[in-house]
């Protein structure tokens, strides 16, 4: 089965840069989409199809995919940034799969 | 405003049933794919079963086949997930969510979520 992996945790001051890392093998031939995730809230899509975002996610939020790794970047962190955010793919033997999440802290 | 309110969570015993709703508004139900999903408690997202837009396909994971049911009524705007012979291992906040797909090859993505309903499978 495809597997995903994420780094539990992420931390980053107000104003820095944040980078998220997904791993699967030869994640560069799929299309990666990214959920924010706070407690008590529904899920929320900020970046799918590996690079685009839709419409009211900030321009602060950017994906990227390349060999075995697909980054969620997001610049000038804020404090409302903080949450969980998963990585997603479909893979044709197991279907849809998800990364286990990491906690991003702002600090 | 595109909303899924999922409802019908709750406490239920190994062996026993429920049955989840998702009500969504918004939108033009009838015309998208609809997905249920889930998340264990401390644990990552699953992907559970989706259905489309006329009932003629649904697809489940491997461990709810056979006793989750998937369901839709497009008159009324609603999403079903029927839940039989529930495990210890279905506890989990389950959602629901409205499918989309992107150009590129298999490029499939969740635009909308609700809330999210919680079931409890103990005794």
């Known amino acids: 089965s495809y597997v995903l992996t994420q780094p539990p945790s992420v931390s980053v001051a107000p104003g820095q840069t944040a980078r998220i890392t997904c791993g699967g093998n030869?994640?560069?031939?799929?299309?990666v989409h990214w959920y924010q995730q706070k407690p008590g809230q529904a899920p929320v899509l900020v970046v799918y199809?590996?690079?685009d975002r839709p419409s009211g996610i900030p321009d602060r939020f950017s994906g990227s995919n390349s060999g075995n790794t697909a980054t969620l970047t997001i610049t000038r962190v804020e404090a409302g940034d903080e949450a969980d955010y998963c990585c997603?793919?479909?893979?044709?033997?197991?279907?849809?799969?998800f990364g286990g999440g990491t906690k991003l802290t702002v600090l | 405003e595109v909303q899924l309110v999922e409802s019908g969570g709750g406490l239920v015993q190994p062996g026993g049933s429920l049955r989840l709703s998702c009500g969504a508004s918004?939108?033009?139900?009838?015309?998208?794919?609809m997905t249920w999903l889930r998340q264990a408690p401390g644990k990552g997202l699953e992907w559970v079963a989706n259905?489309?837009?006329?009932?003629?396909?649904?697809y489940y994971v491997d461990s709810v086949k056979g006793r989750f049911t998937i369901s839709r009524d497009n008159a009324e705007n609603f999403l079903y997930l029927q839940m039989d012979s529930l495990r210890a291992e279905d506890t989990a906040v389950y959602y629901c969510?409205?499918?989309?797909?992107?150009?590129?090859?298999?490029?499939?993505?969740?635009?909308?979520w609700g809330r999210g309903t919680l079931i409890t499978v103990s005794s």
């Open positions: 199809g590996d690079s």
């Open positions: 030869n994640i560069g031939a799929k299309s």
């Open positions: 259905i489309n837009q006329d009932e003629s396909k649904k």
């Open positions: 997603h793919v479909w893979d044709t033997s197991s279907s849809h799969v």
């Open positions: 918004g939108f033009t139900f009838s015309t998208y794919w």
């Open positions: 969510a409205r499918d989309r797909s992107c150009s590129g090859v298999n490029c499939y993505y969740y635009d909308y």
